[in-house]
């Protein structure tokens, strides 16, 4: 009835799985080429975010002692002034307590010499 070549035919369907088993086996390798090139973008990532973390705490570390610096230069230069100022009545006092002193010798060396 049917005039069939059995290895024909057999060659035939060798040719097919062959085919499809190089394609299937050609679309998994790529497929887990791109799962590894988005692991490493995510490491990537993760080492990026990391050190931006770290430069801003630095940065604001960074900014607090400088104010706390600043805080306490303020502190200091006004404690300064304000010896300075004391330092300067005082002497302002002691010249007018001398000079007083002096007019009063004068004035006791004209009446009394």
Do not use: C, P, W
Not at 7 to 23: D, M, S, T, V, Y
Not at 47 to 54: E, S, V, W
Request: glycine letters at 4%; a negative charge.
């Amino acid at each position: 009835m049917h005039d069939m070549d059995f290895n024909e035919l057999k060659a035939q369907l060798k040719a097919e799985l062959e085919a499809e088993l190089k394609a299937a086996i050609k679309s998994e390798i790529e497929g887990e080429q791109d799962v590894e090139v988005e692991d490493k973008e995510r490491n990537d990532q993760k080492q990026f975010n990391k050190q931006i973390n770290y430069n801003i705490l630095t940065q604001k570390q960074y900014q607090g002692q400088k104010a706390e610096s600043e805080t306490d230069t303020d502190v200091e230069s006004e404690s300064e002034a304000e010896a300075k100022s004391k330092n300067k009545a005082k002497v302002e006092n002691e010249a007018k307590s001398e000079s007083e002193a002096k007019v009063e010798a004068d004035k006791k060396g004209k009446y009394f010499g």
